[in-house]
């Protein structure tokens, strides 16, 4: 236990604790955001006829330049009445069904109607199929629309209900609950004695969940004493899928989230991550719970969350790729060289250069107000000068 896990491994035993939950079958009005448990296939043309892209007179092709005979009207959501018969147009708005025999779309800017005729005025239609959207132009039947493991966006359900889906089978929401642990922390706006801190870290772990398919108790705190600790954890974990513990990770002598999951009845899976901030991190179970012990520095705290606890959730919940991505952009300023564990630097991505902020002590809050990205260096990582690239995690 007393080597330091690289960040990969560390994860991957993490995600191992426990399986993704249950699935759910619910509608699609409630799906925002939830993680897809299965495929979803096109049951519909979609659009299952075709339909007209503008407003304007549906003609057969080959009868331009005209004039032609006004034949009928057809809107959107209504069936023509009649085909479209030789030297004739008919009347048609944006989302309407073409009438049999016609396959383009005059606007109406291009022709003027007297009475029954119909005049060419403009240039017309370059081409036969103008203006239309032919059936099964987005998606035919049997096509394969969304993958399980994605996470439905608004675009994605929109794609489902056009195919037809009322609703969705899901994965579940996981229950996660925040514990904070200090003596000295304090409840946020209240009057402080000398000592004691402000309590943040459980607010903003909640709001980093809070776009996440969970349901997040509100944050707990619990003081520097190792029996209430287990007393707490142990009833937690009786309700809830996940027990995120916030300081006392270390190995001070009021650090007591190790002996408090022992206390409790837990296992120890893990502790300290090859990694800066937030080396002394924990997992471990108590009964089907997990445990995730971060450390209890803010910015450690929430680098270890966007490593750890999101991808926690997010895999609980049924997430196919849980963890954050990697991406490049050229460095504003140069970087020494990497030290011995692996660095995640708060910077600002702006006009696509990455800069590090001055401050990089784990205990500050103010670089988190305007980072939106965290600078990777991996272990002995060569310096790199300025416009070198550099790997990132967007963070919000």
Not at 123 to 133: E, I, L, M, Y
Not at 272 to 293: E, F, N, V, W, Y
Request: proline share 8%; net charge negative.
């Amino acid at each position: 236990m007393s080597a330091l896990l690289a960040v990969e491994e560390a994860q991957a035993r993490l995600l191992a604790l426990k399986p993704p939950l249950g699935a759910d079958n619910i509608g699609v009005a409630q799906c925002a955001g939830r993680y897809l448990a299965q495929d979803v296939v096109a049951g519909r043309d979609q659009p299952a006829a075709a339909l007209s892209a503008m407003d304007g007179y549906a003609i057969h092709f080959a009868d331009m330049p005209g004039p032609w005979t006004i034949a009928g009207e057809v809107a959107a959501g209504t069936a023509p009445a009649h085909a479209l018969g030789p030297g004739e147009a008919i009347r048609i708005f944006t989302g309407a069904m073409l009438p049999d025999n016609a396959d383009t779309v005059v606007v109406q800017e291009d022709v003027t109607a007297d009475g029954a005729r119909l005049t060419l005025t403009g240039d017309g239609p370059a081409s036969r199929g103008r203006h239309v959207r032919p059936r099964a132009s987005d998606f035919a039947a049997g096509a394969h629309l969304l993958t399980a493991g994605c996470r439905l966006s608004p675009g994605a359900l929109a794609a489902a209900i056009m195919g037809g889906a009322g609703d969705l089978i899901v994965g579940g929401r996981p229950r996660v609950a925040i514990l904070t642990t200090g003596d000295e922390l304090v409840a946020p706006g209240r009057a402080l004695a000398p000592g004691q801190i402000p309590d943040s870290n459980g607010t903003m772990l909640a709001a980093m969940l809070a776009a996440e398919p969970a349901d997040v108790t509100l944050p707990l705190r619990a003081r520097d004493d190792r029996g209430v600790l287990a007393n707490i954890l142990g009833d937690m974990a009786r309700r809830h899928d996940v027990i995120v513990t916030v300081g006392g990770a270390s190995v001070g002598d009021h650090d007591h989230v190790r002996g408090a999951l022992d206390d409790a009845g837990g296992q120890l899976d893990f502790w300290k991550i090859a990694m800066r901030p937030g080396k002394p991190l924990i997992a471990g179970r108590i009964g089907d719970a997990i445990l995730l012990g971060l450390p209890g520095n803010p910015s450690s705290a929430f680098v270890t969350a966007t490593l750890f606890l999101q991808p926690l959730v997010r895999h609980l919940a049924g997430a196919a790729a849980p963890f954050p991505e990697v991406g490049q952009a050229p460095l504003a300023v140069p970087l020494g060289p990497g030290g011995t564990r692996r660095d995640y630097l708060r910077a600002r991505l702006d006009k696509a250069l990455l800069t590090p902020f001055d401050g990089q002590d784990s205990g500050q809050t103010q670089p988190l107000i305007s980072a939106n990205a965290l600078i990777v260096r991996d272990i002995g990582a060569a310096p790199c000068a300025a416009g070198e690239l550099a790997n990132y995690i967007a963070i919000a």
